[in-house]
C-alpha cells in the first residue's frame, strides 16, 4: 500500500510503498477514508536528533477516519464495514484518567510505549492502519469523514479546552481567540454554540481575520504590537475572562498575558514553543495559565455531536493521497485556510 512517512528528522514527508499491515489480537484494521493534517506533524518532523523520539520511519497522520476492514482475534464491539472516526490520544486503558475517557492524560502510556497513531504509531496518511483497541473507535453515524476527520483534533482539541473555562464565560465575558487557522476557526464555532461570550479573533493574516468573521467571530483584530490595547479598549479596559491561544509563540502568550481579566483564564493550546510565567506581578490576580491536551473521548462524541447539528462546520481542502507532501509544504508555508485533508 501507499504511505506517507516521516524518513529522516528534519526532512518532509515522502511517499513510499509499504506492506499492508495485518490486524494482530484486540486490534482493527481500517481502510482509511480521510486522514488529516497538523501542524503537530511539522513539529515533530522539525525536531533535533536528540529530542526526537517517535521512531522511524514513521507513517504520519493522528487525525483519522475509515471504514473497518478487517478484525484482529478478539476485536468485538466493531464489525467489518462500519464507518468510524479514530479517539488519537491512547492510553493504557486501566488507569482511573482512562476509566473516565480521559486517556489524553493518561500517566502510563508513555512508559508502557503507547503512543497516538502518526505521533508514535503508524498512522492514516496511508491506504490502511491498524487501531490498537476498538475503544478507540467512533461512530461517524452518517457523517461526512472528509468533512469531519479533522474533528478528531482540530475540533477535540478547542472543545477541550473551551469546556474547561465554562464558568468563566458568562454572558457579557469575552473570549479572545488567537490564531484563526486549523484549530483556531473551529474554536470560534464551538464558543459560538456553546458559550454566551463576546468573541475577539485575533490574527496576523487577513484571509484567516475574514475566516474568523465568517464563522462567528463577533470582531476581529489584527495580531500587531497595538493589538492588546484594542482589545482592552473593546473590553472597557476589563480585558478577556478566557484566551485561547492557538499559536503557542512568544507573541501571542504575551498578548495573552496583557489582555486576560482578573481571575480569567489563559489556555496556551498551540505548539509554539513559548512559555507563560504566572504569580505576582506576572499575570493579573487569580488567573490561570493551562496548557490543555487534546479531550476525552466523551467530549470526542460531543464534538460529532455539534457537527450533526450543523454548529460546527471545518472549513477543508481536499488533497489525494499522491499530493499529500504539496499538502504539507502548503501548511508548512501558511498556504491553507482551515484544514487539509488528504483522501486516499
Same mark, same amino acid.
Given at each position: 500500500m501507499k504511505a506517507l512517512q516521516c524518513l529522516e528528522i528534519g526532512a518532509p514527508p515522502e511517499l513510499v510503498e509499504i506492506e499492508t499491515p495485518e490486524p494482530g489480537p484486540g486490534e482493527v484494521r481500517l481502510r482509511v477514508t480521510a486522514a488529516g493534517l497538523c501542524h503537530?506533524?511539522?513539529?515533530?518532523?522539525?525536531?533535533?536528533?536528540?529530542?526526537?523520539?517517535?521512531?522511524?520511519?514513521?507513517?504520519?497522520?493522528?487525525e483519522a477516519a475509515g471504514v473497518v476492514d478487517a478484525l484482529g482475534p478478539g476485536a468485538t464491539g466493531v464489525a467489518v464495514g462500519d464507518a468510524v472516526a479514530v479517539y488519537g490520544p491512547w492510553g493504557c486503558g486501566r488507569c482511573h484518567a482512562c476509566a473516565q475517557g480521559r486517556e489524553d492524560y493518561c500517566p502510563n502510556a508513555?512508559?508502557?510505549? &503507547?503512543?497516538?497513531?502518526?505521533?508514535?504509531?503508524?498512522?492514516?496518511? #496511508?491506504?490502511y492502519m491498524i487501531v490498537d483497541d476498538p475503544r478507540?473507535?467512533?461512530?461517524?453515524?452518517?457523517? /461526512?469523514? !472528509?468533512?469531519? !476527520?479533522?474533528?478528531? /483534533?482540530?475540533?477535540?482539541?478547542?472543545?477541550? #479546552?473551551? *469546556?474547561?473555562?465554562?464558568?468563566?464565560?458568562?454572558?457579557?465575558?469575552t473570549a479572545v481567540v488567537i490564531g484563526v487557522g486549523g484549530l483556531g476557526?473551529?474554536? +470560534?464555532?464551538?464558543? *459560538?454554540?456553546?458559550?454566551?461570550? #463576546?468573541? &475577539?479573533?485575533?490574527? +496576523?493574516?487577513?484571509?484567516?481575520?475574514?475566516?474568523?468573521t465568517e464563522v462567528g467571530a463577533h470582531r476581529t483584530v489584527r495580531s500587531d504590537s497595538d493589538a492588546g490595547a484594542r482589545i482592552r479598549e473593546s473590553t472597557a479596559g476589563i480585558g478577556a475572562e478566557a484566551v485561547f491561544d492557538f499559536v503557542g509563540a #512568544?507573541?501571542?502568550?504575551?498578548?495573552? *498575558?496583557? +489582555?486576560?481579566?482578573?481571575?480569567?483564564? !489563559?489556555q496556551i493550546v498551540g505548539i509554539g514553543g513559548a512559555t507563560l510565567p504566572t504569580g505576582f506581578f506576572s499575570t493579573p490576580f487569580g488567573a490561570s495559565v493551562r496548557a490543555p491536551y487534546w479531550g476525552s473521548r466523551a467530549e470526542l462524541l460531543e464534538v460529532l455531536d455539534l457537527a450533526r447539528s450543523g454548529s460546527v462546520r471545518v472549513h477543508v481542502e481536499r488533497f489525494g493521497l499522491d499530493d499529500a507532501p504539496e499538502?504539507? *509544504?502548503?501548511?508548512?508555508?501558511?498556504?491553507?485556510r482551515g484544514r487539509a485533508v488528504v483522501v486516499p
Amino acid at each position: 500500500m501507499k504511505a506517507l512517512q516521516c524518513l529522516e528528522i528534519g526532512a518532509p514527508p515522502e511517499l513510499v510503498e509499504i506492506e499492508t499491515p495485518e490486524p494482530g489480537p484486540g486490534e482493527v484494521r481500517l481502510r482509511v477514508t480521510a486522514a488529516g493534517l497538523c501542524h503537530s506533524d511539522w513539529f515533530l518532523m522539525g525536531l533535533p536528533a536528540d529530542q526526537y523520539v517517535y521512531g522511524l520511519p514513521l507513517t504520519l497522520g493522528h487525525e483519522a477516519a475509515g471504514v473497518v476492514d478487517a478484525l484482529g482475534p478478539g476485536a468485538t464491539g466493531v464489525a467489518v464495514g462500519d464507518a468510524v472516526a479514530v479517539y488519537g490520544p491512547w492510553g493504557c486503558g486501566r488507569c482511573h484518567a482512562c476509566a473516565q475517557g480521559r486517556e489524553d492524560y493518561c500517566p502510563n502510556a508513555a512508559a508502557q510505549g &503507547i503512543a497516538p497513531p502518526g505521533l508514535g504509531a503508524p498512522g492514516a496518511m #496511508a491506504e490502511y492502519m491498524i487501531v490498537d483497541d476498538p475503544r478507540h473507535l467512533v461512530s461517524l453515524d452518517g457523517l /461526512d469523514p !472528509v468533512e469531519c !476527520v479533522s474533528l478528531t /483534533d482540530a475540533g477535540l482539541t478547542p472543545y477541550h #479546552a473551551i *469546556r474547561s473555562s465554562l464558568s468563566k464565560l458568562w454572558p457579557g465575558s469575552t473570549a479572545v481567540v488567537i490564531g484563526v487557522g486549523g484549530l483556531g476557526h473551529v474554536a +470560534v464555532q464551538i464558543l *459560538r454554540a456553546i458559550t454566551p461570550a #463576546a468573541i &475577539i479573533a485575533v490574527d +496576523v493574516d487577513d484571509d484567516k481575520l475574514a475566516l474568523a468573521t465568517e464563522v462567528g467571530a463577533h470582531r476581529t483584530v489584527r495580531s500587531d504590537s497595538d493589538a492588546g490595547a484594542r482589545i482592552r479598549e473593546s473590553t472597557a479596559g476589563i480585558g478577556a475572562e478566557a484566551v485561547f491561544d492557538f499559536v503557542g509563540a #512568544a507573541a501571542t502568550v504575551q498578548l495573552a *498575558r496583557e +489582555v486576560v481579566a482578573i481571575d480569567g483564564d !489563559v489556555q496556551i493550546v498551540g505548539i509554539g514553543g513559548a512559555t507563560l510565567p504566572t504569580g505576582f506581578f506576572s499575570t493579573p490576580f487569580g488567573a490561570s495559565v493551562r496548557a490543555p491536551y487534546w479531550g476525552s473521548r466523551a467530549e470526542l462524541l460531543e464534538v460529532l455531536d455539534l457537527a450533526r447539528s450543523g454548529s460546527v462546520r471545518v472549513h477543508v481542502e481536499r488533497f489525494g493521497l499522491d499530493d499529500a507532501p504539496e499538502a504539507y *509544504r502548503r501548511l508548512h508555508d501558511g498556504g491553507i485556510r482551515g484544514r487539509a485533508v488528504v483522501v486516499p
